[in-house]
């Protein structure tokens, strides 16, 4: 079946770094990638939706400058954490859509000292 | 008052016994994921319903549209089931096309 990765699975930081993380499309092609974090014990939140070659969609919350969304090609799209704080500790994960079906990568954990 | 309701929060079961969890939405939708994630984080995507029943291997997730209810049943649960589930509900129109409300998930645990 589809399989989304997502790189690197696990990142602790020092605050006041940024942070990049990966979400590709391993064998088929997606034409919208979804960035959802996750609180211990929480749901899933949606933080943007990220068309490829267009600028992302932001979800109401969630400052664009500190989260910034790239999706250059139709297998890959990137979330980077600017200036990370000890608040941005959370698990981070990246959902493709392939058709009419949603898959989602393994999730990348995200602790800033 | 959540758009997608989950029931019930937790379940413990005994291995071998039949299960079923419950999803409840107050959303028009195009259709309802099951998600599976388990301890270490990773989601796994059970069923992708608009209608009806789907099945694979000894889970079993049905739909009624009218009701605005979905159950997941397991069969013949095992420790390996122990997860948390999660419904989560496609909007169908205008600018919630695609995206998913997710319910907050019930925390399964199958004991030996």
């Known amino acids: 079946g589809a399989v989304v990765s997502q790189h690197p699975s696990r990142v602790i930081c020092k605050s006041g770094t940024s942070v990049k993380i990966e979400c590709r499309s391993l064998?088929?092609?997606?034409?919208?990638m979804f960035w959802y974090r996750q609180f211990p014990k929480q749901s899933l939140m949606l933080m943007a939706t990220?068309?490829?070659?267009?600028?992302?969609?932001?979800e109401q919350g969630v400052e664009k400058d500190k989260f910034l969304i790239n999706h250059a090609s139709l297998t890959l799209s990137t979330l980077t954490v600017t200036s990370a704080h000890p608040e941005d500790s959370s698990f981070y994960i990246c959902?493709?859509?392939?058709?009419?079906?949603?898959?989602f990568g393994p999730g990348t954990r995200l602790t800033v000292l | 008052k959540n758009e997608v309701e989950q029931s019930p929060q937790n379940l413990t079961a005994q291995e071998g016994e039949f299960i079923t969890i419950n999803c409840s939405y107050s959303v028009g939708i195009s259709a309802l994921h099951w998600l599976q994630q388990h301890p270490g984080g990773g989601i796994v995507s059970l069923f992708m319903l608009s209608s009806g029943k789907k099945k694979h291997g000894r889970l079993i997730a049905t739909i009624n549209i009218q009701e605005k209810h979905s159950s997941l049943h397991i069969t013949a649960s095992h420790p390996r089931d122990s997860a948390v589930y999660i419904c989560a509900a496609r909007g169908g129109y205008g600018g919630s096309q695609g995206n998913l409300i997710f319910g907050k998930g019930t925390k399964l645990s199958v004991k030996p």
């Open positions: 990220s068309n490829e070659g267009s600028k992302a969609t932001y």
């Open positions: 064998d088929f092609q997606a034409t919208t």
């Open positions: 959902s493709a859509r392939g058709g009419h079906s949603r898959f």
